[in-house]
């Protein structure tokens, strides 16, 4: 099948790849032409594993391209799908369409044939129904159907997660389009992937609703931890006895930071504002939006009360950067809050992230960006670990504690063991475990 991309970012250029993968002929068109340039060299404008390799094989197999021009691509399409941003937008928090509309603007305009047109971004209810509104405003004529189909892609393992993943969500009451996205995602019927078929408002709900509970989860383990630390219980245990419930599953109980990356933040902003604006308030989530604000912000504190009270002259060697481990995504992290109070009450610090020190240079001003774990703990009088890359899971401890002023280690992630970083002769702060059996003060 001929399909076309609209937006060559981390959605489309993801979704296009694996398209070209199960055999289809797929076209990423962006309106960046760095981009695109960078694209037709090898070079990928995210770093997400396995994507270059992947783009790679399938552009050299003359099923992979990128361009431009976004009217060839339209023309020749038989599915469109619009994968652009929608950032939330400045003021009241709900998601910025200009970008999609925009692209249903131009999809009209080039429309040949009956064509699905296929929203992947993620999109408040009743997007679908501007953007068909849209295209028919511009070409009357135009034989289209538009179907929403949310991606569900974790950053760091979204090749896994489009191969193989839980489930297919299409949106759509055309007989058509249906069979058409049938044909579209006919290689995974190998894996028995679920494909569930909806109305579209109904599908469009689906994408916030998962993102809001999964942050309600998180949100929930961390306000546990908060507790276990007051009461001198065990988060991790904790986690695990609740986890091992069925009901509940054991996903997204890992107490930390608080969350960030480029759905959460926003996807949970936006459900509320959509909520609120058809009178149906979605209490827990604005609560969780709050509760996650404020615990990205305490950090700093936690860290700053582990180093004696103060920081004011001192120097924090920092280990990751990006929102999570395997990918370079630095939107909402929890190091955009920490480091710029840990720098506000005076201290220095130094960074080490394996994949977004570029992205965050753009963030953070005033950081020493370094080459590697030991270069940023070097000197400093405390080590935090932020983001918990495989490659901080197995520091040599005793080089650690060689070059640290003070043998003071702050982790958010709770990698490492209270029991054996106390053997080691560290002083060890993490999230929701208290030391020696004790509870926290």
């Not at 509309?101 to 009743?126: L, W």
């Amino acid at each position: 099948m001929r399909v076309t991309m609209i937006g060559a970012g981390y959605v489309g250029l993801v979704s296009g790849a694996c398209f070209a993968d199960f055999g289809h002929t797929v076209t990423c068109v962006d309106k960046d032409p760095g981009k695109i340039d960078r694209l037709e060299k090898g070079v990928m404008p995210i770093f997400e594993p396995g994507l270059a390799e992947l783009v790679a094989s399938n552009v050299k197999e003359g099923r992979l391209f990128f361009s431009l021009d976004a009217r060839e691509a339209i023309k020749n399409a038989e599915a469109i799908f619009i994968a652009v941003g929608t950032p939330s937008r400045r003021g009241d928090g709900h998601a910025d369409l200009s970008y999609v509309y925009a692209a249903a603007k131009e999809i009209a305009e080039h429309i040949n044939g009956f064509t699905v047109v296929v929203t992947k971004s993620t999109v408040p209810v009743g997007t679908g129904d501007e953007v068909e509104e849209i295209i028919r405003k511009t070409n009357p004529n135009a034989k289209f159907a538009v179907v929403s189909n949310p991606e569900f892609l974790r950053e760091g393992a979204a090749i896994s997660d489009f191969k193989r993943p839980d489930r297919v969500v299409v949106g759509t009451d055309n007989d058509d389009a249906r069979e058409r996205m049938r044909e579209l995602y006919r290689p995974l019927f190998l894996n028995e992937t679920p494909m569930l078929f909806t109305e579209r408002r109904t599908s469009e709900l689906i994408k916030y609703a998962a993102n809001a509970f999964l942050a309600v989860k998180i949100t929930f383990i961390n306000e546990m931890a908060d507790l276990c630390e007051k009461v001198g219980a065990n988060v991790q245990d904790v986690s695990k006895g609740i986890g091992l419930d069925n009901r509940i599953g054991k996903k997204f109980l890992h107490a930390g930071p608080g969350y960030g990356g480029s759905c959460f933040p926003k996807d949970t902003l936006a459900l509320t504002k959509t909520a609120n604006d058809h009178g149906s308030p979605v209490r827990i989530v604005d609560t969780v939006v709050q509760v996650n604000d404020a615990r990205k912000k305490a950090m700093a504190d936690r860290v700053i009360k582990a180093m004696g009270g103060s920081v004011k002259g001192k120097t924090v060697g920092v280990l990751g950067l990006a929102f999570k481990p395997n990918t370079d995504d630095m939107r909402d992290a929890p190091s955009l809050d920490i480091i710029p109070a840990l720098q506000a009450a005076g201290a220095r610090i130094k960074a080490y992230d394996p994949e977004s020190m570029h992205e965050a240079g753009k963030m953070l001003t005033e950081v020493d960006f370094c080459d590697g774990p030991y270069h940023a703990v070097d000197g400093a009088d405390a080590m935090v670990l932020i983001t918990e890359w495989d490659q901080f899971r197995a520091l040599d401890f005793d080089r650690v504690k060689k070059l640290l002023k003070s043998p003071v280690v702050v982790d958010l992630r709770n990698v490492y063991q209270p029991a054996d970083m106390a053997r080691r002769g560290f002083n060890y702060t993490s999230v929701g475990r208290p030391r020696g059996g004790q509870a926290l003060q």
